[in-house]
């Protein structure tokens, strides 16, 4: 009787905390945006789970996402285009001067473990501040991977949530710092 009562609390939580839906796009943190292709339940350990199946759109890969894990991981909608200005507003704010005094091992942990919160706001702070360093001083191989990453992640969700191509976005997110590269 037990186990039966467990089955059924488990089933209602599983339809409460699917929020995303076939064909719904999503961003998985350090992954980027993808589209959920499928809802499949498996057996695991014994027990059944339904799981997201998402394809992240940048490199076709394919993550199974537990419905009932989706805060833990992270996995969370496109940002609207209303937020947009306040990303835009991350990269053009001053960033702290301690973050040159860093070493480059240093900086690099903190920027991974802001791009693995999967906050675009975050994610937007690693760009601005790996962006303006490498306007200074050559950045170590894993700040580069990371300024790539940076940039893919945000140029992929800023185009997905406008709806536009990844080339413009990137340009008009260059644009954000061409005074700051002038002077």
Do not use: C
Not at 13 to 20: M, P, S
Not at 79 to 101: C, F, H, L, W
Not at 115 to 137: H, M, N, P
Not at 147 to 164: C, G, I
């Amino acid at each position: 009787m037990k186990k039966k009562a467990k089955e059924q609390a488990k089933e209602q939580t599983d339809k409460k905390v699917q929020r995303f839906q076939v064909g719904d796009l999503a961003v998985y943190p350090a992954h980027g945006v993808g589209r959920i292709e499928a809802i499949e339940t498996k057996i695991v350990s014994g027990e059944e789970h339904d799981f997201y199946i998402m394809k992240v759109l940048d490199n076709d890969m394919v993550i199974m996402i537990p419905t009932w894990n989706v805060e833990s991981v992270g996995l969370r909608d496109v940002i609207k285009e209303k937020e947009i200005p306040q990303i835009y507003d991350v990269m053009t704010k001053k960033r702290g001067s301690a973050i040159d005094n860093q070493t480059w091992n240093r900086r690099y942990r903190e920027y991974m473990d802001k791009i693995k919160t999967g906050s675009l706001y975050d994610v937007a702070e690693v760009f601005r501040d790996l962006f303006l360093l490498k306007l200074t001083k050559d950045l170590s191989f894993g700040e580069r991977k990371l300024y790539d990453t940076a940039q893919t992640l945000l140029v992929k969700e800023l185009s997905t949530a406008r709806e536009m191509d990844e080339d413009t976005v990137l340009s008009e997110i260059e644009l954000l710092f061409e005074p700051i590269s002038e002077s």
